[in-house]
């Protein structure tokens, strides 16, 4: 069982920064790859970055790849995904997730899930 926890979500003009932070319980956080996703009012819920176990490999839609970055800190537990740039294209609720088989942009291979962030970018 893997607890996820997210913060840093809030509202942000356009142009602006934000920085989501997700904090893992109940497994060896090193051993478990991680996603960001997010949902619109009336859209399904897509894809936004991944990172390896090690960090080493990364991910990114398109939509988000020169803005978006993720990162993790093994020792922390936890995961990062900093917004650049940001529009209002880029409001939903943020999800973190933990993928047991390893990197990947497909959110049915995700097992475990945060509760979500709201990220808000006014015009």
Do not use: H
């Not at 003009?13 to 090193?30: E, N």
């Not at 080493?56 to 993790?72: P, Q």
């Not at 740039?85 to 973190?96: F, H, M, Q, R, W």
Request: charged content about 15%.
């Amino acid at each position: 069982q893997v607890q996820l926890v997210e913060s840093g979500g809030g509202l942000v003009q356009a142009g602006g920064s934000l920085r989501l932070s997700c904090a893992a319980s109940g497994r060896t956080f090193s051993s478990l790859a991680m996603g960001w996703f997010r949902q619109a009012p009336g859209k399904e819920r897509e894809f936004v970055a991944a990172i390896s176990r090690s960090g080493g490999s990364t991910l990114y839609a398109d939509s988000v790849k020169g803005r978006f970055t993720i990162s993790r800190d093994n020792a922390q537990k936890a995961v990062y995904l900093q917004m650049n740039s940001l529009n209002v294209e880029d409001t939903a609720v943020y999800y973190c997730a933990v993928d047991l088989s390893g990197i990947s942009t497909r959110s049915y291979e995700y097992d475990y899930w945060g509760q979500g962030a709201q990220v808000t970018v006014s015009s």
